[in-house]
């Protein structure tokens, strides 16, 4: 099968290349999944996993990538609660071969079906983006009707999902970004936007909670604006400071197969809406991850054209 390999931790995005790789193996309680879409993380080949499974073993060459849509083909030993042809989307865990391949190997608990008629390209910039936000909102910071929250980096595939989750309970969403930013933070439902090139913080106020995805200078100034009782959530960093009166909390996405069907129903219903933006073939993955390429929304690879796998009426 082709997939996108990198080999040498040190060569950064100019490692990555398309090449012949083993078809996976299906494991007890794994999928096989044909991967029609991927999403990926830019700074995922910084991260330890990327480059040695749980027990620390070197596992290069490494397949990249941690979201995905597709389609399940094979079940391993003793899997429940999935069928072979089934439409699916979720994670692939962060110390195996990722999404970035035609097939791939995953954790039947880590995928949710998808519904018909939802892209697979939309479905491929949910998972981390829509686990991470609810997450994030509902199950650290608890937040609820009639809060203030400050989401830093509205525009982004994590803040974007914040924003529209966190105005469906009924909060109050101050949106910060760059100037370009506004106008899809105020689409998504934000009511008052902050330039966080131009506008002081300060005047934000203090909010019930703040959403960082950004960390550094940022995240420290953040802190101040949290009122007591209130909670700070990063995806970013570990906080160095904690707010008065208040806490602050790092944390990393988990799989969550009840919220991934939560989140597709908002999906199917239009109630939520992932920004995708550019959506590129397996080849020209290299590109996509590097890191001067800034485009709205979250770049997908498409590994399998839609169109050319419906039947011609």
Same mark, same amino acid.
């Given at each position: 099968m082709r997939a996108i390999t990198v080999r040498d931790r040190t060569a950064g995005v100019g490692g990555l290349t398309l090449t012949d790789?083993?078809?996976?193996?299906?494991?007890?309680?794994? #999928? @096989?999944? $044909? #991967?029609?879409?991927?999403?990926? %993380? /830019?700074?995922? !080949?910084?991260?330890?996993?990327?480059?040695?499974?749980?027990?620390?073993?070197?596992? %290069?060459?490494? @397949?990249?990538?941690?979201?995905?849509?597709?389609?399940?083909?094979? !079940?391993?030993?003793?899997?429940?609660?999935?069928?072979?042809?089934?439409?699916?989307?979720?994670?692939?865990?962060?110390? $195996?071969?990722?999404?970035?391949?035609?097939?791939?190997?995953?954790?039947?608990?880590?995928?949710?079906p998808l519904p018909a008629g939802i892209d697979h390209t939309v479905a491929a910039a949910l998972p981390i983006s829509g686990l991470t936000a609810w997450q994030g909102l509902f199950d650290h910071a608890h937040l609820t009707t009639g809060q203030t929250v400050l989401i830093h980096g509205a525009a982004g595939g994590v803040g974007s999902i914040a924003v529209q989750l966190a105005r469906e309970v009924g909060a109050h969403v101050i949106a910060t970004g760059r100037a370009g930013? $506004?106008?899809?933070?105020? %689409?998504?439902?934000?009511?008052?936007?902050?330039?966080?090139?131009?506008?002081?913080?300060?005047?934000?106020?203090?909010?019930?909670?703040?959403?960082?995805? @950004?960390?550094?200078? @940022?995240?420290? $100034?953040?802190?101040?604006?949290?009122? /007591?009782g209130g909670t700070l959530v990063t995806i970013a960093e570990p906080p160095t400071v904690q707010p008065r009166d208040g806490r602050a909390i790092f944390f990393v996405v988990e799989p969550d197969r009840a919220r991934l069907a939560d989140l597709a129903e908002r999906l199917r219903d239009g109630r939520l809406n992932p920004l995708v933006g550019a959506v590129r073939p397996l080849s020209e993955t290299a590109a996509a991850f590097a890191p001067d390429r800034r485009t709205p929304g979250k770049t997908i690879i498409q590994l399998v054209d839609e169109q050319e796998t419906r039947s011609p009426e």
């Open positions: 790789m083993p078809y996976p193996h299906a494991a007890e309680n794994d #999928v @096989i999944v $044909r #991967v029609h879409a991927a999403g990926f %993380t /830019p700074g995922e !080949l910084d991260w330890p996993a990327t480059w040695s499974d749980r027990a620390g073993r070197d596992r %290069t060459p490494t @397949i990249p990538g941690h979201e995905l849509s597709g389609v399940v083909v094979e !079940l391993g030993y003793g899997t429940t609660g999935l069928t072979v042809g089934q439409r699916v989307f979720g994670l692939t865990d962060w110390a $195996r071969n990722g999404s970035l391949a035609e097939y791939t190997a995953v954790e039947a608990r880590n995928l949710a930013d $506004r106008a899809v933070a105020r %689409t998504l439902g934000a009511q008052t936007f902050v330039d966080l090139a131009a506008d002081d913080l300060r005047h934000v106020g203090e909010v019930d909670v703040v959403f960082d995805v @950004i960390g550094g200078d @940022i995240l420290e $100034r953040s802190t101040a604006l949290v009122r /007591p």
